[in-house]
Protein backbone atom coordinates (compact mmCIF):
# COMPACT_ATOMS: atom_id res chain seq x y z
CA UNK A 1 0.00 0.00 0.00
CA UNK A 2 1.61 3.52 -0.99
CA UNK A 3 2.58 6.14 1.29
CA UNK A 4 -0.43 8.42 -0.08
CA UNK A 5 -3.31 5.47 0.29
CA UNK A 6 -1.92 5.00 3.82
CA UNK A 7 -2.09 8.88 4.69
CA UNK A 8 -5.40 9.37 3.10
CA UNK A 9 -6.92 6.33 5.49
CA UNK A 10 -5.21 7.37 8.42
CA UNK A 11 -6.72 11.48 7.75
CA UNK A 12 -10.52 9.67 7.56
CA UNK A 13 -10.08 7.73 10.39
CA UNK A 14 -9.33 10.48 12.27
CA UNK A 15 -12.02 12.56 10.49
CA UNK A 16 -14.64 9.62 11.58
CA UNK A 17 -13.30 9.31 15.82
CA UNK A 18 -13.41 13.56 16.05
CA UNK A 19 -17.06 13.25 14.44
CA UNK A 20 -17.44 10.24 16.91
CA UNK A 21 -16.16 12.24 19.76
CA UNK A 22 -18.49 15.21 18.89
CA UNK A 23 -21.39 12.98 18.80
CA UNK A 24 -21.25 12.08 22.20
CA UNK A 25 -20.40 15.61 23.60
CA UNK A 26 -22.96 16.49 22.12
CA UNK A 27 -25.62 13.50 23.14
CA UNK A 28 -24.69 13.57 26.53
CA UNK A 29 -24.44 17.73 27.18
CA UNK A 30 -28.31 17.88 27.96
CA UNK A 31 -26.65 16.08 31.15
CA UNK A 32 -24.49 19.30 31.26
CA UNK A 33 -25.37 22.41 32.59
CA UNK A 34 -24.74 25.33 30.65
CA UNK A 35 -23.09 27.69 32.56
CA UNK A 36 -22.41 27.59 35.98
CA UNK A 37 -19.70 29.87 37.40
CA UNK A 38 -18.42 32.05 40.20
CA UNK A 39 -19.75 35.01 38.77
CA UNK A 40 -17.79 37.32 41.39
CA UNK A 41 -16.06 36.43 45.23
CA UNK A 42 -14.32 38.65 46.88
CA UNK A 43 -13.40 38.13 50.14
CA UNK A 44 -12.87 34.32 52.43
CA UNK A 45 -14.81 31.17 51.35
CA UNK A 46 -13.96 27.77 50.08
CA UNK A 47 -15.50 25.20 47.45
CA UNK A 48 -15.62 21.85 47.95
CA UNK A 49 -15.77 19.24 45.34
CA UNK A 50 -16.18 15.40 45.88
CA UNK A 51 -12.75 13.93 44.59
CA UNK A 52 -10.68 17.32 45.09
CA UNK A 53 -11.13 18.15 48.71
CA UNK A 54 -11.67 21.71 49.63
CA UNK A 55 -10.76 24.61 46.88
CA UNK A 56 -9.96 28.48 47.19
CA UNK A 57 -12.97 30.22 45.15
CA UNK A 58 -12.28 32.68 42.42
CA UNK A 59 -13.82 34.68 40.22
CA UNK A 60 -14.89 33.28 37.00
CA UNK A 61 -14.47 29.79 38.39
CA UNK A 62 -16.40 27.34 36.79
CA UNK A 63 -18.14 25.61 39.71
CA UNK A 64 -19.61 21.63 38.87
CA UNK A 65 -22.87 19.51 40.46
CA UNK A 66 -22.69 18.87 43.61
CA UNK A 67 -20.57 21.56 44.70
CA UNK A 68 -20.77 22.53 48.29
CA UNK A 69 -19.61 26.48 48.53
CA UNK A 70 -19.37 28.35 51.71
CA UNK A 71 -18.59 32.21 51.98
CA UNK A 72 -17.30 33.21 55.48
CA UNK A 73 -17.03 36.76 54.82
CA UNK A 74 -16.79 39.33 51.94
CA UNK A 75 -18.88 39.05 48.71
CA UNK A 76 -20.10 35.82 46.33
CA UNK A 77 -22.47 35.69 43.89
CA UNK A 78 -22.68 32.93 41.31
CA UNK A 79 -24.32 32.60 37.95
CA UNK A 80 -26.55 29.66 36.89
CA UNK A 81 -27.00 29.37 33.06
CA UNK A 82 -26.99 32.96 31.44
CA UNK A 83 -30.17 34.73 33.96
CA UNK A 84 -29.54 33.03 36.94
CA UNK A 85 -28.03 34.79 40.00
CA UNK A 86 -27.42 33.65 43.70
CA UNK A 87 -26.28 36.13 45.94
CA UNK A 88 -24.72 34.35 49.34
CA UNK A 89 -24.88 36.18 52.54
CA UNK A 90 -21.79 35.90 54.51
CA UNK A 91 -21.56 33.12 56.50
CA UNK A 92 -23.68 31.44 54.32
CA UNK A 93 -23.35 27.33 52.93
CA UNK A 94 -24.81 25.47 50.12
CA UNK A 95 -24.78 22.88 48.27
CA UNK A 96 -25.70 23.16 43.81
CA UNK A 97 -26.94 20.53 41.92
CA UNK A 98 -27.59 21.47 38.32
CA UNK A 99 -28.55 19.63 35.46
CA UNK A 100 -30.19 19.66 32.12
CA UNK A 101 -30.11 22.50 28.97
CA UNK A 102 -31.69 25.17 27.67
CA UNK A 103 -34.92 23.86 27.24
CA UNK A 104 -35.02 21.53 30.75
CA UNK A 105 -32.46 23.31 32.97
CA UNK A 106 -32.96 21.85 36.43
CA UNK A 107 -31.27 23.39 39.53
CA UNK A 108 -31.70 22.55 43.17
CA UNK A 109 -30.38 24.35 45.83
CA UNK A 110 -29.15 23.02 49.62
CA UNK A 111 -29.19 25.87 51.35
CA UNK A 112 -27.51 24.54 54.54
CA UNK A 113 -26.61 27.95 56.57
CA UNK A 114 -27.44 31.65 56.47
CA UNK A 115 -29.12 33.21 53.52
CA UNK A 116 -29.27 33.66 49.90
CA UNK A 117 -31.02 35.90 47.22
CA UNK A 118 -32.29 34.81 44.25
CA UNK A 119 -32.25 36.68 41.32
CA UNK A 120 -34.24 34.78 37.80
CA UNK A 121 -34.18 37.20 35.21
CA UNK A 122 -36.29 35.55 33.01
CA UNK A 123 -39.30 33.30 33.08
CA UNK A 124 -38.17 29.35 33.39
CA UNK A 125 -39.68 26.88 30.44
CA UNK A 126 -42.27 24.55 31.24
CA UNK A 127 -39.54 21.86 31.31
CA UNK A 128 -37.38 23.44 33.80
CA UNK A 129 -37.40 23.98 37.40
CA UNK A 130 -35.52 26.09 40.45
CA UNK A 131 -35.49 24.66 43.77
CA UNK A 132 -34.24 25.87 47.14
CA UNK A 133 -34.33 22.94 50.22
CA UNK A 134 -33.56 23.63 53.67
CA UNK A 135 -34.30 21.51 56.47
CA UNK A 136 -38.24 22.30 56.92
CA UNK A 137 -39.22 23.56 53.50
CA UNK A 138 -39.06 23.55 50.01
CA UNK A 139 -39.30 26.10 47.42
CA UNK A 140 -39.59 26.26 43.52
CA UNK A 141 -40.29 29.03 41.40
CA UNK A 142 -40.39 30.20 37.67
CA UNK A 143 -39.43 33.47 37.27
CA UNK A 144 -38.96 35.90 40.39
CA UNK A 145 -36.41 37.37 42.98
CA UNK A 146 -36.92 36.38 46.96
CA UNK A 147 -34.46 35.89 49.95
CA UNK A 148 -34.14 32.93 51.77
CA UNK A 149 -32.67 32.66 55.20
CA UNK A 150 -32.38 29.63 57.61
CA UNK A 151 -31.60 30.24 61.15
CA UNK A 152 -31.58 28.61 65.13
CA UNK A 153 -33.24 29.81 68.34
CA UNK A 154 -33.69 27.60 70.88
CA UNK A 155 -33.65 24.95 69.76
CA UNK A 156 -36.38 25.52 67.26
CA UNK A 157 -35.09 25.60 63.44
CA UNK A 158 -36.67 28.73 61.27
CA UNK A 159 -36.69 29.20 57.49
CA UNK A 160 -37.76 32.73 56.16
CA UNK A 161 -39.09 33.10 52.75
CA UNK A 162 -39.21 36.99 51.54
CA UNK A 163 -40.44 37.51 48.39
CA UNK A 164 -39.58 40.74 46.21
CA UNK A 165 -40.65 39.72 42.42
CA UNK A 166 -42.98 36.73 41.41
CA UNK A 167 -44.38 33.90 43.56
CA UNK A 168 -42.77 31.54 45.31
CA UNK A 169 -44.36 28.45 45.66
CA UNK A 170 -43.64 26.76 49.73
CA UNK A 171 -44.33 22.86 51.02
CA UNK A 172 -43.55 21.92 54.31
CA UNK A 173 -40.89 19.33 54.97
CA UNK A 174 -41.63 17.16 57.66
CA UNK A 175 -38.71 15.59 60.28
CA UNK A 176 -39.15 12.01 58.50
CA UNK A 177 -38.70 13.60 54.94
CA UNK A 178 -41.92 14.21 53.73
CA UNK A 179 -43.15 16.44 51.74
CA UNK A 180 -46.66 18.02 52.38
CA UNK A 181 -48.73 18.32 49.66
CA UNK A 182 -49.95 21.19 50.15
CA UNK A 183 -49.01 24.49 48.23
CA UNK A 184 -48.48 27.84 49.95
CA UNK A 185 -47.67 31.12 47.56
CA UNK A 186 -46.22 33.60 48.70
CA UNK A 187 -46.23 36.44 46.74
CA UNK A 188 -44.42 40.23 45.39
CA UNK A 189 -43.99 42.16 48.73
CA UNK A 190 -45.05 39.07 51.45
CA UNK A 191 -42.96 37.07 53.56
CA UNK A 192 -43.65 33.30 55.27
CA UNK A 193 -41.80 32.11 58.29
CA UNK A 194 -41.94 28.22 58.86
CA UNK A 195 -40.70 26.88 61.95
CA UNK A 196 -39.65 23.14 63.04
CA UNK A 197 -39.55 22.03 67.04
CA UNK A 198 -38.96 18.57 66.83
CA UNK A 199 -42.27 18.08 66.64
CA UNK A 200 -44.18 19.95 64.88
CA UNK A 201 -43.43 21.78 61.38
CA UNK A 202 -45.76 24.48 60.51
CA UNK A 203 -45.88 28.16 59.20
CA UNK A 204 -45.99 31.15 61.93
Known amino acids: MSKRMIAIIAGASAVVIAAVVVM ?6 GDTYRLLK ?16 EMTPYTNMVL ?11 RLVI ?9 LDEHTEIKLVASGSSDNSKTEIELLKGGITNDIKNKLTGQSSYEINTPNSTMSVRGTVF ?17 FEGT ?10 TVDSKEVL ?13 TTTDYL
Not at 79 to 86: L, M, N, R, S
Not at 147 to 163: A, F, L, N, S
Not at 186 to 198: F, S, T
Request: with cysteine; net charge negative; charged share 30%.
Open 79 to 87: QADEDKYIY
Open 24 to 29: IIVLSG
Open 64 to 74: ESGDKIVLDTG
Open 147 to 163: YVYIYEIDGIKYTRVCV
Open 186 to 198: VGKGKEVIIYEDG
Open 168 to 177: VATHLVYKDG
Open 38 to 53: MYEFNGSGSVSREGKG
